[in-house]
Structure formats: C-alpha cells, structure tokens
C-alpha cells in the first residue's frame, strides 16, 4: 500500500514501523477506509473541537477577571473558527499538499481541490483526516492568546491569527508531519504536536505578550482567576478531549491509539500531583490552580510522547514537566517580569520543549519505549533539539510579522478606558455576570 503524505503525517513512528512490516501482497492492496478507524478518527476531531470550546475557553476565561471573561471565551472561539476555514482554503495544502518542499507543502489541494467523499488518506476518507488536522490548528492559534488576554482587540487577535497560522503553523506542520517534511525526514518524534502545537504557541505567546505589553497595573495589582470552578470545569473537558487529540494521532484504532491512551492517562496523573508537591515543598498550599496547572503541563509534555514511551516513562516525563513548568511560571516569569497573563509560555513553551526532548529518551527500549533495539538516542536527541530550535526561531520570526502586520492595521491594544472597564463591555457590549 502506497503511503500518500496524509497518512505519513502524524501517524508515528509505531504506525510507520507496522506498516513498513506488512506482508508485500498487502502493500500492493488498494487502499479501502476502515470503518472502525474511521469511527474513532470522527470521534477524535469531536474530541479535539470540545477541547477548544467549551474546553479551552472555560479554562482561560476562569483564569481572567470578571470583566474579561466572556471577550476572553470570543477570542478563543472566534480565532478557531477562523483557522477552520483558512485550512479548508490554504492551510490544508500548505501543511499536507503534494509537490511541495521540505518547508511547505505544494499548493495542489488549495481549496480542497480533488477531493471527494472517495478521497481515502491511509485507512479513513480524507475529509476526515483533513478535519481532525484542521482542530489542531484550530486550537494552537487559540493556546498564543492565553498571553495577551484582557488587554489585546479582538480585530487585532483575528488578524494576527491569519497571519500566523500562514507563517508559523502551516509550514511547521508540514515539516513535522508531511512525509517530505524536513524533520520527517530527519526522524524527528512528534507523535500529536510537541513541536507544532505546544512549542508553537507557547513561544509565540511569549513573543506576543512582549510586544503588545503589560496590562494596567501588572505585577503591582492582585490579578487572581475570578472562578477556578470554571477553570476545573476546562481542565477536565481538555483533559478528556486530549485523548482524541493523542490517541487520535495513531490515524487508526490500534494498539498505537491504546499506547498513547494509557500515556495520557498516567503522564497527566503524575503531572497534577507533582505541581501540588512542588507547592508543598515551597512553603505552600496545594491549590485547585496547581492542580490544574499540573495537568495541563503533563498533556503537553506527553503530547509528543504519547506513542513514543512506555507507560513508566510517561510518568516520568509527566512529574519532571511539571516540576520544571512550576518554577518557569513561580519564579522565572517574575524575575524575568513579563506579562505572560495565563501562563501559555511557562506551561506550553516550556513543557513542549521538555516533552519534545525527553520524547527522545523515553523512545528508547531499555526504559520501556517503543524504539528497536539499535535505537540510538544521542542521534535522536540531536534531531529533537534540531526541531525544537528551528520550531523556537521560526515561532519568534513569524509571529514578530504577524503582530506588527496586525499592529499596523488595527492597532494591538485597547485604549486604557476599554481595560479599566472590562474587554467584556467595551469590546462587545456585554456583561458575563449580570449580578
């Protein structure tokens, strides 16, 4: 079976390495859909979307001020929305497009050009594969406004958006995971996004909160979340919708799927109660907030890994993400004195980083990962710090234009008025709490 660049991508390095076994007569087999596969890949992109909304914007609106709730929960929904229809017109192709190069994908899909319900992407129709990619990039524009929340327009947040999914998000994707991608090629791991999602929109976040500024009153002010109840509500529905975001990476109901189920499962686990261990031993109390935060730094950090690390290496990962997460946003950003408002770099930047790298370690056998036994993991690591900086250069560069294209046509914040009063009223008129 010929492997087209839509099943290559994202599917991993255990699908790779089942499908390159097959029996020679099975390669020579027409592609036909699956339907369980088919089933569980409509399942995860339903899974991913409820990440986003209510998932993601429940979480950061709890994480706001009153007055900022609701403009927080439009600008996540609204840029998703937007990034839905951009990668049905240009993002699709420029990520998974043939006849492209090892940056960008070929622009022979633009529009959805030639495809139909009988399109067939490995063992699902492409339409599917082509929706369950198009929540990940959906969701990572979302993730870079968690840094500018409470003070940046909503014009300026939808054109920022566009420009950066086409700068940044596209051609990362297409390098990660099209079959001629540059770190595809190079064997680079990223199982669900390590490197396109979590390091993409955690350094454009910080990137994005330098340029548009600190909010009024930052760091002097009391800035808490308004409802951690809200913010629990999100975790728990990211959480959920992160298995069809991992598991659903394998692009197949097969024991792939099964490994990074299990993964998400005890990586997220330990992440949660290291953070509140973290908090103890630093002279406080454990908090609904640390827990949370936990959890979110292990799904990041497992990301990459889901389907590269046995399931004890997952709990590694997990517990050393969260730790060094927990001191990126308790004492790195405020010495540092940046106004990351919710935390998207300390916790994706910085735990994309760990997991795209520790994915290089816990790969390897002899700790319980998928890798064959001539695995080389000084190789390996030399190719995931590769990804890594280049993904960390091309966020910086990318976003930088994408902000003062933005600036220039909109301007970035709202007048000192808007912030004092709320984003809520002054960006659409509405109160999130009529009390």
């Not at 492209?100 to 529009?111: E, H, P, Q, T, V």
Request: hydrophobic fraction near 55%.
């Amino acid at each position: 079976m010929k492997l087209s660049s839509k099943i290559a991508a994202g599917i991993g390095a255990l699908g790779i390495a089942a499908l390159a076994s097959m029996p020679a007569f099975a390669q020579d087999a027409p592609p036909t859909v699956n339907s369980g596969d088919a089933a569980w890949m409509m399942t995860s992109a339903v899974l991913v979307l409820a990440m986003i909304v209510p998932g993601l914007a429940l979480f950061y609106g709890g994480l706001t001020r009153a007055k900022n709730m609701l403009s927080t929960m439009t600008q996540i929904g609204a840029v998703a929305c937007l990034g839905m229809l951009i990668w049905i017109m240009w993002g699709y192709t420029m990520a998974f497009g043939e006849g492209g190069s090892a940056f960008l994908g070929g622009f022979s899909k633009l529009f959805m050009k030639g495809i139909t319900p009988d399109s067939i992407s490995g063992s699902i129709p492409e339409y599917v594969f082509a929706c369950f990619q198009m929540t990940f990039a959906a969701i990572t524009v979302a993730l870079v406004l968690g840094a500018t929340v409470e003070r940046l327009k909503f014009s300026a947040a939808m054109i920022f958006a566009a420009i950066w999914l086409t700068l940044v998000y596209f051609p990362i994707a297409h390098m990660v995971w099209a079959s001629d991608g540059l770190f595809f090629k190079a064997g680079a791991l990223d199982f669900a996004g390590g490197t396109v999602v979590h390091i993409n929109a955690g350094i454009s976040a910080l990137v994005a909160s330098l340029i548009v500024g600190k909010r009024l009153g930052y760091p002097k002010e009391p800035m808490p979340p308004h409802s951690m109840t809200l913010t629990v509500v999100g975790t728990g529905l990211l959480w959920v919708g992160w298995f069809g975001f991992n598991a659903g990476s394998a692009l197949a109901a097969n024991g792939a799927a099964g490994l990074a189920m299990i993964n998400t499962f005890v990586a997220t686990a330990s992440a949660a109660l290291f953070w509140m261990l973290a908090e103890r031993l630093n002279g406080h109390k454990g908090s609904a907030l640390g827990f949370c935060s936990g959890i979110i730094a292990g799904l990041v950090a497992i990301t990459p890994a889901a389907g590269n690390s046995g399931p004890f290496g997952a709990v590694v990962l997990g517990a050393v993400a969260s730790i060094i997460c927990f001191y990126a946003v308790t004492i790195l950003k405020p010495k540092l004195g940046y106004d990351d408002a919710l935390d998207a770099f300390g916790i994706h930047g910085v735990g994309g980083i760990i997991g795209a790298i520790g994915t290089g370690i816990v790969y390897a056998p002899s700790l319980g990962g998928p890798g064959k036994p001539d695995y080389d993991m000084a190789h390996q690591l030399i190719v995931q710090v590769e990804a890594v900086a280049t993904t960390v250069v091309w966020a910086v560069i990318g976003t930088v234009i994408a902000m003062f294209i933005a600036k220039a046509l909109t301007g970035l914040r709202v007048t000192s008025t808007i912030e004092q009063e709320g984003l809520d009223l002054g960006e659409h008129g509405e109160r999130a709490y009529n009390i």
